[in-house]
Nanobody, 120 residues
Framework: VQLQASGGGLVQAGSSHRLSCTAS????????MGWYRQAPGRQRELVAF???????NYTDSVKGRFTISRDNPKNTVYLQMDNLKPEDTAVYFC???????????????WGQGTLVTVSS
């Protein structure tokens, strides 16, 4: 299984931007998908996650500005980021809890990370 993230780049404060991440390989079900980020000199933190049925959770600093969504048939998760701030600058990593086969355990998978830089 691989996660391929895309959409990073340089954006201006106050603007919007969208990240995408698609899982490929042997997949029976993706139970939870999410986004983490790591700013320079800081620990990786959870940004948002979305469960199979659509339940979402956000870290406080992005509530009301970021929206996570998923397309289950496409095994894809999106992060719509609005009203971006310089403090959102970080490498964003997608994550997924995947059950490869019916009856197997769930495993954690990570994307390669995509850099979002927000200029003031």
């Amino acid at each position: 299984v691989q996660l391929q993230a895309s959409g990073g780049g340089l954006v201006q404060a106050g603007s919007s931007h969208r990240l995408s991440c698609t899982a490929s390989g042997t997949i029976f079900v993706i139970r939870r998908m999410g986004w983490y980020r790591q700013a320079p000199g800081r620990q990786r933190e959870l940004v948002a996650f979305i469960a199979w049925r659509g339940t979402t959770n956000y870290t406080d600093s992005v509530k009301g500005r970021f929206t996570i969504s998923r397309d289950n048939p496409k095994n894809t998760v999106y992060l719509q980021m609005d009203n971006l701030k310089p403090e959102d600058t970080a490498v964003y990593f997608c994550h997924a809890d995947i059950r490869p086969f019916y009856g197997s355990d769930d495993f954690d998978y990570w994307g390669q990370g995509t850099l979002v830089t927000v200029s003031s």
